[in-house]
């Protein structure tokens, strides 16, 4: 008997008030608790998700935009941001108007990043750099 599995004893558990009461066994029960752990993995995921996009917007907003490099396809451009401490250049591009996150770039040169992000920009297929640099 010692690799046996024993049964588990029955359970019935009541839910409700007074007026609805709802008895229920292991399946129902577990079906409950399955269907608690799925809300709060998805309520988990979405702050995940919401946090992950305040990151992002808080970056943006401690950078100066220093210049945009405009192409000739809508939504396809880069920016040149300069940070909080004003010792870093960050290049961010954009394509088709979403941002493209794994593309950015970073120099302390101000040149450089002006210089990399209209090389960059006219490698990519069909664009045109329409924006002089200043």
């Known amino acids: 008997m010692h690799g046996a599995k024993k049964a ?7 839910l409700g008030g007074s007026r609805s009461r709802a008895c229920l066994g292991w399946a129902g029960l577990l079906s409950i608790v399955k269907h608690r752990l799925r809300w ?10 919401t946090q992950q996009q305040t ?5 943006i907003m401690s950078l100066t935009l220093i210049t945009k490099i ?12 300069l940070d909080a401490e004003g010792e870093e250049f960050t290049v961010k591009f954009y394509r088709g108007g979403k941002f493209l996150k794994d593309a950015n770039y970073y120099t302390e040169d ?8 209209q090389l960059e920009l006219s490698r990519m297929a069909g664009v045109t750099v329409v924006h002089p640099l200043d």
């Open 110 to 117: 101000e040149s450089d990043a002006k210089g990399t992000a």
């Open 8 to 14: 588990l004893p029955p359970v019935t558990a009541c």
């Open 40 to 49: 709060a993995q998805s309520w988990k995921t979405d702050i995940i998700k």
């Open 70 to 81: 405009l192409t000739n396809q809508d939504g396809t451009l880069a920016r040149v941001l």
């Open 55 to 59: 990151t992002e917007q808080e970056i």
